[in-house]
């Protein structure tokens, strides 16, 4: 209930949601954008993805490849795609996270990770 017994305003309520939903385009469309790297070894494998844990690059360092062992190159690769993916998940958090809020708490809404 309004207090003063007012109604709430509908169109008003209508524009605030519309533009929180802009808001939140807005930012999904900047973490299409930006990239966030991952490594593993060392740095002997680092990988880079989109905010949106999209692989864009895979660098491996020669030093990591040996042909008599490739499971710990696989290894070292898995790894670092992780590592891209939880720092990408950080930023999805940052980015939506409050906008996500604003819409009643971010859970139940379809497309977001949390």
Not at 30 to 40: F, N, R, Y
């Amino acid at each position: 209930m309004i207090p003063g017994g007012g109604q709430p305003n509908m169109q008003q309520l209508l524009q605030q949601a519309q533009k929180m939903q802009q808001d939140l385009q807005r930012a999904q469309e900047e973490l299409a954008q930006t990239e966030v790297d991952g490594q593993a070894g060392g740095g002997l494998v680092q990988a880079t993805v989109t905010g949106a844990g999209e692989l864009r690059a895979l660098k491996i360092d020669p030093k990591a490849v040996d042909p008599e062992d490739t499971e710990t190159l696989a290894d070292l690769v898995i790894a670092a795609v992780q590592a891209a993916n939880e720092n990408a998940q950080n930023l999805q958090q940052q980015k939506l996270g409050p906008l996500a809020q604003g819409l009643g708490g971010g859970s139940g809404i379809p497309g977001l990770p949390f």
